[in-house]
């Protein structure tokens, strides 16, 4: 089961690059100025130049903070300059701009995703317990029906009940089911209780999004290629 566990965390974690992650319903406009500063920043972080990288969104946000309606542009810069503080090694600032992103339940994109990173800063600092909590509590909270992006949250979720001795946690069953319900992978009835059997499920899933995410990547290579 361990085994198991480890290897589908590895492939949910293979997260897309980070200029795509925020969830953001605004107008276009300004959505696609901050992509374009979000791409620009990225290159300067490739080239190791996290302190810039982070700056440009930053300079960015103050250009544009009277458009900033609910906080929502303030939010999506401070989840990316976490993911590039995250990126830069150091782990605690990274915690503390993540935990600085006000997210609202009914955003359940945005909201799981940044739970999830302030969940795998934590077990990689070794605290397991804060961050077991964390994702129980984030997903008893958001509402909305399951999406394929749910699979690297549950797949973490499950591999840290398991470390911290809670066992297959009783509200994770129709969870697990649902989320591989939609990578095309159905639990039977008669195994909807069934530990190994939901993590078999798991398992396969995240081989449904490795396969997925490496064809990704070709397409991408070909229209690169295509394109020079």
């Given at each position: 089961?361990?085994?198991?566990l480890?290897q ?6 293979e997260?897309v690059?980070?200029v795509?992650c ?12 901050l992509?374009g500063?979000?791409?620009?920043a990225?290159?300067?972080?490739l080239?190791g130049d996290?302190?810039g ?9 103050d250009?544009?903070?009277v458009?900033d309606?609910?906080g929502w542009?303030r939010?999506a810069v401070?989840?990316h300059q976490?993911c590039?503080?995250?990126h830069s090694?150091d782990?605690?600032d990274?915690?503390?701009?993540f ?6 339940p009914?955003?359940?994109?945005f909201c ?12 990689d600092?070794?605290?397991?317990r ?5 994702l129980s ?9 399951p999406d394929?992006s749910?699979l ?11 470390r911290v001795?809670?066992?297959?946690p009783?509200d994770?069953w ?5 989320v591989?319900?939609e990578w095309g ?7 909807a ?8 499920a798991?398992?396969a899933?995240?081989?449904r ?9 070709r397409r991408l ?7 020079q």
């Amino acid at each position: 089961m361990l085994r198991l566990l480890h290897q589908s965390r590895l492939l949910a974690d293979e997260r897309v690059p980070h200029v795509n992650c925020a969830y953001m319903s605004e107008p276009d406009n300004l959505r696609n100025a901050l992509y374009g500063e979000l791409v620009r920043a990225s290159g300067l972080e490739l080239q190791g130049d996290f302190a810039g990288g982070i700056r440009v969104l930053q300079e960015f946000l103050d250009r544009h903070s009277v458009q900033d309606r609910d906080g929502w542009l303030r939010n999506a810069v401070r989840f990316h300059q976490g993911c590039m503080i995250q990126h830069s090694g150091d782990m605690e600032d990274a915690l503390r701009m993540f935990r600085s992103v006000e997210t609202r339940p009914e955003d359940r994109l945005f909201c799981l995703l940044n739970s999830y990173c302030i969940a795998d800063l934590l077990d990689d600092m070794g605290r397991e317990r804060e961050a077991y909590d964390e994702l129980s509590h984030r997903l008893r909270q958001v509402g909305g029906p399951p999406d394929k992006s749910d699979l690297k949250i549950v797949t973490l979720y499950i591999d840290l009940a398991t470390r911290v001795g809670e066992g297959f946690p009783a509200d994770a069953w129709d969870l697990v089911r649902n989320v591989v319900h939609e990578w095309g992978i159905q639990v039977p009835e008669s195994q909807a209780r069934n530990p190994e059997a939901l993590i078999a499920a798991l398992d396969a899933a995240n081989e449904r999004f490795r396969e997925a995410a490496v064809h990704e990547r070709r397409r991408l290579d070909v229209e690169g290629s295509s394109t020079q």
